[in-house]
């Protein structure tokens, strides 16, 4: 069973940036695309952005587009997430997540097969 290791999240002010990394702990791994999602205390998982390696078109919920940006290297199967101009509401655990069949949806949390174990990012006002 293959592992996705995050790394990166802290405490951060309003308006600072935070870089996070994920990376699976197999070199062979490959997956059709990865991503990250965020839950915040007492709220639902929700998606953050994704990768699709095919194509190298990312995608981005609402909430965090033009402020985070995906990137990675399908090759090494690591995925990051820069995230500027943050927020308080940006303020929950983000989860990194992979999908290793090609699928339709990939902007929610069903079709996904591995997950990290989360790393707490925390936006102060």
């Known amino acids: 069973q293959v592992q996705l290791v995050e790394s990166g999240g802290g405490l951060v002010q309003a308006g600072g940036s935070l870089r996070l990394s994920c990376a699976a702990s197999?070199?062979?791994?490959?997956?059709?695309?990865m991503g990250w999602f965020r839950q915040a205390p007492g709220k639902e998982r929700e998606f953050v952005a994704v990768?699709?390696?095919?194509?190298?078109?990312?995608y981005y919920a609402d909430s965090v587009k033009g402020r985070f940006t995906i990137s990675g290297d399908k090759n090494k199967s690591t995925v990051n997430l820069q995230m500027n101009s943050l927020k308080p509401e940006d303020t929950a655990v983000y989860y990194c997540?992979?999908?290793?069949?090609?699928?339709?949806?990939?902007?929610?949390?069903?079709?996904?097969?591995?997950w990290g174990r989360g790393t707490q990012v925390t936006v102060s006002s």
């Open positions: 997540a992979a999908v290793r069949r090609r699928t339709v949806v990939i902007t929610t949390a069903a079709p996904y097969d591995d």
């Open positions: 990768i699709r390696w095919d194509i190298g078109i990312p």
């Open positions: 197999e070199r062979t791994f490959r997956s059709y695309a």
